[in-house]
């Protein structure tokens, strides 16, 4: 079956660094993305990883290993417009109509 | 660039009762996407179409709930008769790279 997992609920400070995991078992595996979701808000796409390494977007790293079926979000210099939802999302296919699969979402807050 | 557009943005109704939801996607997305996230949840698929072919509509519940997308536009998507439990929130996303979702403000549906 399909699983994704990552932690529930993440907590620290401004200025820190926070790496949140996520595994997966899937029946096929094209791709890692990452989404952030403030309370109330619509999901935003943060990074996607189709290859093993790093990706970085400004703040934000994405890291991927196909081999561990691993990845991660991290977030540096941490600001309290970072308390979000975010989720790891997988594309099981490489097809133009293949849908994501999304996990249940980790939970940031970021305290001052 | 506007965004995907969804109505409305809130809806309250009785069990057994029909409801609606509009979404145009962002111009020149190919491909329109509706989840329905529960709260504490990721997204989770109900339909995905390509232009105004329908891609994967396997854990839509065709007993109740109902999608189109004329034109290759416009989409809406219909629960009759509702549930408890659908209560959630009604995401509509397009895309032009599969990965890269872009998603509307969402409908939250409350059943009583």
């Known amino acids: 079956g399909q699983s994704l997992e990552q932690p529930s609920e993440v907590t620290a400070v401004e200025g820190a660094i926070v790496q949140i995991n996520c595994t997966y078992q899937t029946s096929g595996f094209y791709g890692l993305s990452w989404y952030q979701q403030h309370d109330g808000g619509a999901p935003t796409f943060l990074s996607y990883?189709?290859?093993?390494g790093l990706e970085e977007t400004g703040r934000f790293s994405s890291f991927l290993s196909r081999s561990d079926s691993y990845g991660y979000l991290l977030l540096q210099e941490l600001q309290m417009k970072d308390s979000a939802s975010y989720f790891c999302a997988v594309r099981e296919g490489d097809q133009a109509g293949t849908a994501l699969i999304f996990g249940k979402g980790t939970t940031l807050s970021v305290s001052s | 660039e506007a965004g995907v557009a969804q109505s409305p943005r809130y809806k309250i109704i009785e069990k057994r009762q029909s409801v609606a939801f509009w979404c145009n996607p962002i111009?020149?997305?190919?491909?329109l996407y509706w989840y329905q996230q529960i709260l504490g949840q990721g997204p989770k698929l109900l339909i995905q179409f390509q232009n105004n072919g329908v891609v994967d509509d396997s854990q839509l519940p065709k007993d109740r709930f109902s999608a189109e997308r004329l034109k290759g536009v416009d989409s809406t998507l219909k629960i009759q008769p509702a549930k408890l439990e659908d209560s959630a929130v009604y995401l509509c996303?397009?895309?032009?790279?599969?990965?890269?979702?872009?998603f509307g403000p969402g409908t939250r549906l409350t059943v009583t």
């Open positions: 111009s020149g997305h190919a491909t």
């Open positions: 996303a397009s895309s032009y790279r599969h990965y890269e979702q872009y």
């Open positions: 990883n189709a290859l093993d």
